[in-house]
């Protein structure tokens, strides 16, 4: 039998958790070419693909190049993905610690390994350094079908924590 203790709420509390819950204020939705503009503020993203058994995402380093993404990597499960033709999705996001306003873009396409020795050369001359040590010999560029962002200012607890989160809870069994 599950027992559920039910927790007093002051009217202290309540009142000092509504004002907070009316600070909230919407993402702000950014528009194509910001979207780019934050892209090329960071160098690392995730890239999610389809694998034979569901989805995965891998973390990666990345440049802007004529309105794609570009990175390098080795063969492994990610490159076997990236070789089936699924669509892909690529997530970056940043903060200012000062004044704690984030953001996050969203590119979604189909990632083309460079084959064609004119792109691989053009492709050692982008500023394209991995982090992780061993063989990142294949360029891979992701051509976007569609790019979304948004901005938002980071909430602090008060914000989002709530009276049930102190809630006294039965022992688990």
Not at 40 to 58: H, K, M
Not at 84 to 89: K, L, Y
Request: glycine fraction near 6%.
């Amino acid at each position: 039998m599950v027992v559920f203790h039910q927790s007093i709420e002051t009217e202290e509390v309540r009142i000092s958790y509504m004002e907070n819950q009316q600070k909230v204020t919407p993402a702000e939705v950014l528009e194509s070419q910001e979207c780019w503009a934050l892209l090329r503020q960071v160098s690392v993203g995730r890239l999610a693909v389809l694998l034979e058994d569901g989805p995965d995402i891998f973390p990666v380093n990345y440049v802007t190049d004529h309105g794609t993404l570009v990175f390098r990597s080795g063969t492994g499960t990610k490159l076997d993905a990236l070789q089936r033709e699924s669509p892909v999705a690529m997530e970056a996001d940043g903060v200012d610690p000062d004044t704690g306003v984030a953001w996050s873009v969203v590119i979604r396409g189909k990632a083309q390994l460079l084959t064609k020795t004119d792109d691989v050369l053009e492709s050692f001359s982008l500023p394209l350094f991995p982090w992780e040590a061993g063989h990142k010999d294949q360029f891979v560029r992701v051509v976007p079908n569609s790019i979304s962002g948004r901005r938002f200012t980071v909430a602090p607890p008060n914000i989002w924590w709530n009276v049930m989160q102190t809630a006294k809870r039965a022992a688990p069994e």
